[in-house]
């Protein structure tokens, strides 16, 4: 159920996924119409919302104060919704989980199966947010726990557990650099890079590296979406930087692969669960916590293994070695 009007959701999603297409296809809905309903309401207030660019829709000044009103607008609904549950002596027990899009993919969902076996009358709720979006999902209480590279430490929110994760450059099978066991940032400045923006935190750290380099590296472009940059990755046209969650089943497939970066010393990137130090401790709650501590824990040492281990498997057709 909602009471506020469809655009909010729409411009939401778009703003999340930087392009029209992948926010209709996360909303079930048609590209047109969230076109028009953001063309409809950037008439209306006669602003710009979206910066419309090859590489995506990127937020204006404008659309970053209305992102604001709308993130608070639709927490506090869920919220409401929540209390009125309550009120009318509902037992469902809503917990908000919020993290990157990359989370939905294959780190969270063993976890939301176990939940809602041992609690069947708990909901859930994901949101894709980002950067200082998280810190502030938490301190707003809009979400009970967050899942988020590589947190700053800010007051009233606590870290409950670190893992690191191998950071690596993602490229299509056929890329020339796909047979190496591992590669330095230089190495990638020979070809066009796809870089996550700012809202990652991992973007400072290559933004960091890329800035000691005497060469100008190809910047071909930039997304806060792991579909998006998937998809120009896909098509052979760069190399990307990340760690496997959200690609997890690419690269299992062989459709993806990555090569360990190392400058020269291996990247990580610190994977942490957070949550407010105001908390509610419901018994489903503790439990959600406590899956997603083992599902950490079993996660970072998989893909840290995986990485260390990289090797070429024997009879594959190209000899390119593959993460196994």
Known sequence: MTFHAPFLRYFREVANC??????????????????????????????????????????????????????????????????????????????????????IAEFLPPVLVQLHASYPLAGSSFKAAGGQDLNRLLLEHAADVAIMFDPQDEPGIQNLLSRQLPVGAIVSPGHPLSGQRQVSIVDCTEYPLILPDLSWPLRRILDDMLRQLDKQPTILTTSNSVEFLRTMIDQQLGIGFQTAMGIENRLSSGELVLIPLANPDPLYQQLSLCASTG??????????????????????????????????????????????
């Open 279 to 324: 908390n509610k401790q419901t018994e489903p709650n503790r439990y959600l916590l406590t899956l997603l501590q083992d599902r950490l824990n079993h996660y970072a040492d998989h893909w840290s293994l995986r990485s260390a281990n990289r090797h070429c498997v024997p009879g594959t057709a190209d000899g390119h070695e593959r993460l196994t």
């Open 18 to 103: 930087g392009s029209v297409r992948l926010a209709a296809r996360q909303l079930h809905i048609s590209s047109s119409a969230v076109n028009r309903q953001i063309l409809k309401v950037e008439d209306e207030l006669a602003v710009k919302l979206f910066e419309r660019t090859a590489s995506g829709m990127q937020l204006t000044p404008a659309g970053h104060v209305l992102a604001e009103h709308v993130n608070r607008t639709l927490s506090d609904e869920e919220r409401c919704l929540n209390d009125l549950a309550e009120l009318r002596g509902e037992t469902t027990t809503l917990l908000t989980i919020a993290g990157q899009e990359s989370v």
